[in-house]
């Protein structure tokens, strides 16, 4: 079984997968057309955000000091 440090970065690691799911899209095959959905709020804040939050589970992950754990 992994340690709980490992466990923590993968962890964070999907955290920012989802962040970068969540800012795909918005774009236009047609470069004369604009679409205003580029600019959504996900996009523009939840997105980043959540990549931020994974990128600190990633950092905590590495930081943490394990305990006296059985391997």
Same mark, same amino acid.
């Given at each position: *079984?992994?340690?709980?440090? @490992?466990?923590?970065?993968?962890i964070g690691l999907l955290v920012m997968v989802l962040g970068?799911?969540? *800012?795909?899209?918005?774009?236009?095959?047609?470069?004369? @057309?604009?679409?205003?959905? *580029?600019?959504?709020?996900?996009?523009?804040?939840?997105?980043?955000?959540?990549?931020?939050?994974?990128?600190?589970?990633?950092?905590?992950?590495? *930081?943490?000091?394990?305990?006296?754990?059985?391997?």
């Amino acid at each position: *079984m992994p340690s709980k440090n @490992v466990l923590l970065i993968g962890i964070g690691l999907l955290v920012m997968v989802l962040g970068f799911v969540l *800012m795909l899209g918005g774009g236009s095959s047609d470069p004369n @057309v604009f679409n205003p959905a *580029m600019f959504s709020a996900r996009r523009i804040t939840v997105a980043p955000v959540i990549i931020c939050i994974g990128i600190g589970i990633i950092i905590w992950g590495i *930081m943490r000091k394990p305990r006296n754990e059985a391997e």
